[in-house]
């Protein structure tokens, strides 16, 4: 057989094969006639659960806010501290709170009445370094320790600030106000009153150079042993006393 009839029974066969082929593809419905894909989606609830999100989105803890807000009167220890879910107490957010030099925190105290009785407040408050304690004024915070305890203690703390606060019902050795041991913070714009110590009733002050200004220190008693220093008293400090005004303070060996 020569060249020619060879290819011409070579494309014979491929004809007769691409015949065969489709006959066999028309044969199966599936695939001469794809079946339709007109689905439609009905009757969804695209709602969002919102105890879902909050079951796996938490609230962030205090430890982690620049700024923590305490309200006696409307507040948890159990919320986060934020403005809409305040603390209850003080001690609560100085116990969690943190703060660096680069990164400082602020405490601000809601108007009410800080006392064991009034919303489980426990004394004496301590302070920490780079966490200020701000109150929303004297007038209406109040910090009562109930002649238990000193009211405020501030040892070897920097960067921080007390203020906005009434501070009473204090009492204590060194100290019944406010006890500032080797510290560097500012303390202004306070009611410091009826406290009781042997020494420094309103404010105990040693060591370093703390801020004390525009306070109004008043009726506190020094009384015992050395009875010195009813309004303020220090001990190798040299503290910035501005502006403050002193009235009804009384020692028994010295007043102030």
């Not at 909050?54 to 205090?62: C, L, M």
């Not at 003080?90 to 809601?110: H, N, W």
């Not at 309004?231 to 303070?249: E, K």
Request: a negative charge.
């Amino acid at each position: 057989m020569n060249t020619v009839g060879r290819n011409y029974q070579v494309l014979l066969r491929a004809a007769l094969c691409i015949a065969w082929l489709i006959n066999a593809l028309a044969a199966i419905p599936a695939l001469a006639q794809p079946a339709s894909c007109d689905y439609q989606i009905t009757d969804v609830d695209w709602s969002v659960d919102a105890a879902f999100i909050g079951a796996r989105e938490p609230h962030p803890e205090a430890s982690m806010l620049s700024n923590i807000y305490v309200d006696a009167n409307t507040g948890s220890d159990t919320n986060d501290g934020s403005q809409q879910s305040p603390l209850k107490t003080i001690t609560k957010a100085t116990t969690v709170a943190t703060g660096t030099g680069d990164a400082p925190t602020t405490i601000y105290v809601a108007a009410g009445t800080y006392s064991a009785a009034d919303n489980g407040e426990a004394f004496p408050i301590n302070m920490k370094s780079w966490i200020s304690i701000i109150g929303e004024g004297a007038e209406v915070v109040v910090l009562d320790a109930g002649g238990s305890s000193i009211v405020v203690n501030i040892s070897s703390v920097s960067g921080a600030a007390l203020s906005g606060c009434t501070i009473k019902g204090g009492s204590g050795n060194n100290g019944g106000g406010v006890v500032c041991n080797n510290s560097q913070v500012t303390i202004s714009g306070n009611h410091i009153t009826e406290n009781t110590a042997d020494s420094g009733a309103g404010i105990y002050c040693l060591g370093k150079s703390p801020v004390i200004q525009e306070n109004i220190i008043s009726s506190n008693t020094a009384t015992g042993r050395l009875g010195m220093g009813g309004g303020i008293f220090t001990v190798s400090a040299s503290p910035q006393i501005l502006d403050n005004v002193f009235s009804g303070n009384s020692g028994d060996m010295v007043g102030a």
